[in-house]
Antibody, heavy 124, light 106 residues
Framework: EVQLVESGGGLVQPGRSMKLSCAAS????????MAWVRQAPTKGLEWVAT????????YYRDSVKGRFTISRDNAKSTLYLQMNSLRSEDTATYYC?????????????????WGQGTLVTVSS | DIQMTQSPASLSASLGETVTIECRAS??????LAWYQQKPGKSPQLLIY???SLHTGVPSRFSGSGSGTQYSLKINSLQSEDVASYFC????????FGGGTKLELK
């Protein structure tokens, strides 16, 4: 059974940092790109970042470029999101999701699995 | 960046009715489109990928169609458990979500 379990959310002051983790199990982690998606309270879904299956490539939405860093440890089947210089508009539930499959060929299949989400509240 | 315009923003329908939700991309996304269902307090769930492929375990009353810049999600014979918000997403170039459609029962 595929499982994605996020941790690390909570209350943080504006301008401070926070690091989210996502522990993956039930699939070959190193064969999949991974992504973070967020959802502000009562709002829609917003893609944040994607990392390639081997960690060599990363992609970000414009509003978090230079502040957020997505990374992974394939040996630990864990995905991370380092968030620096946090702003009130970063307040959201952050979801870890499984992105594309790669075995030498790229297979985009949508985000088939999601974690339960972790709430990040940026407030003084 | 590719923009996704989803319509309608909200929708009220009766049990047994057929419902259609539309998504328009700002440029051709070559069927790189997924649809998700999200119930209150829950994580989103994948319904459709590659514009028209049904994800494992999703009831066959859900279907996706479209090409180029225009895509749609159809729900046949609406059930009470289909009350939820629905989102489209393009993954042809980076990833972008539509604004969402909130589906309620009439």
């Amino acid at each position: 059974e595929v499982q994605l379990v996020e941790s690390g959310g909570g209350l943080v002051q504006p301008g401070r940092s926070m690091k989210l983790s996502c522990a993956a199990s039930g699939f070959t982690f190193s064969n999949y790109g991974m992504a973070w998606v967020r959802q502000a309270p009562t709002k829609g879904l917003e893609w944040v970042a994607t990392i390639s299956y081997d960690g060599s490539s990363t992609y970000y939405r414009d509003s978090v470029k230079g502040r957020f860093t997505i990374s992974r440890d394939n040996a630990k089947s864990t995905l991370y999101l380092q968030m620096n210089s946090l702003r009130s508009e970063d307040t959201a539930t952050y979801y870890c999701t499984r992105d594309y499959y790669y075995d030498g060929t790229y297979y985009p299949l949508g985000f088939a699995y999601w974690g339960q989400g972790t709430l990040v509240t940026v407030s003084s | 960046d590719i923009q996704m315009t989803q319509s309608p923003a909200s929708l009220s329908a009766s049990l047994g009715e057929t419902v259609t939700i539309e998504c328009r991309a700002s440029e051709d996304i070559y069927n790189g489109l997924a649809w998700y269902q999200q119930k209150p307090g829950k994580s989103p769930q994948l319904l459709i990928y590659n514009a028209n492929s049904l994800h494992t375990g999703v009831p066959s009353r859900f279907s996706g169609s479209g090409s180029g810049t225009q895509y749609s999600l159809k729900i046949n014979s609406l059930q009470s458990e289909d009350v939820a918000s629905y989102f489209c997403q393009q993954y042809y170039n980076y990833r972008t979500f539509g604004g969402g459609t909130k589906l309620e029962l009439k």
